[in-house]
């Protein structure tokens, strides 16, 4: 197959506008390089490459315009110099891992990972910019990736990834990966895992940041740092200190790391019920989650539960303000209960 080489000349200002195909794309065969200091818009265009690119490490790809959602995508590896977000409208949309070399701007509107890695881990100095309230990353799945080496690190938040770390120890080289799923509407919609070379006796402080528009209907001050070693289940409360007008929660002495949320874990009800028998039967209980972790409650059961029928049973910890299942135990099989 013939291939074609785009060689674009520094300095250059390339703007792309298209109305009948509104996808920059890069076919199979296709070489794609871009030279230095060279910046190419996209106006209400998505970018696809299914070729071959080579982008100058100080080249940008900036997409503006106000469409509802413009797509990275393609089945060629992306490789941008600088990333820039500056739509008035709508979102820029990953639909395959995008690995960025120094970095992303953002000027206006959000990157929704939709499932996928936006990485910025090939340049030390690489880094988001001027992310806010207003212009920033999320989506329900996948995450942004940072790497840094971090030796007796002092409030250090590498690449702006959210969160700074101070210790003593040197950590070595250090993976952090900032998620945005939903704890059951209970979390700060932020979620980092971190992952040193050396993770045993830090004594670390940690600091969290987040959004205003990452809260939700969480009341900020009621905030505390929640550790796990999955970050599935397991949360465990460590404290933290609240800086509303920051935006910050600080956790001082973390030994190890791994995975941190920011929840208001607070008053829920526990729902019994049974799932063999005429009807479920439920006993509602209302309890506090302890900081520790660990729930202790008692089940008011009337004479109309009938122990002989229990084949089935769960516990479901269900949010009072929201609704929503927090978390649920079964136990499969027969069970003995005792009425007392």
Known sequence: ??????????????????????????????????????????????????????????S????????????????????????????????LQLNRFVNVFSGVQFTAGNIDLNGNQLIFT??????????????????????????????????????????????????????????HYNLGNLNVRRIFKITPTTNIALNATLRFSYFDAELGAINENTLAIWKSANGIGGWVN??????????????????DFSWFASTNFGNYDILFATASGPN???????????VAGFYHFDLNLDASFNVGLVKDVYVQIVNISTNSINSRMSFVGDIGLELG
């Open 60 to 91: 940008r790809f900036i997409f503006t315009g106000n469409n509802p959602v413009a797509n990275i995508t393609g089945t060629g590896n992306i490789l941008f110099g600088e990333l820039e977000i500056n739509k008035s409208a709508g979102v």
């Open 238 to 255: 460590i404290d933290g200190t609240v800086d509303a007008a920051l935006n910050t929660i600080t956790v001082n002495g973390v030994n």
């Open 122 to 179: 090939a340049d030390p100095n690489g880094q988001l910019t001027a992310e806010s309230n207003n212009s920033r990353i999320l989506g329900n799945s996948g995450f942004a990736i940072k790497l840094s080496t971090l030796n007796a690190p002092t409030n250090i938040n590498p690449g702006n990834i959210g969160v700074s770390i101070t210790s003593t120890v040197n950590l070595g080289s250090t993976n952090i990966e900032r998620h």
């Open 1 to 58: 197959m013939k291939k074609v080489f785009l060689f674009l000349l520094s300095p250059a200002l390339i703007a792309v506008q298209l109305t009948a195909q509104p996808v920059f794309r890069i076919s199979s065969g296709t070489n794609l390089f871009v030279n230095p200091n060279t910046r190419i818009v996209l106006s209400n265009i998505g970018f696809e490459n299914n070729g071959t690119t080579g982008f100058a490490t100080s």
């Open 280 to 290: 479920p039967y439920f006993a509602n209980n209302f309890f506090t989650a302890p």
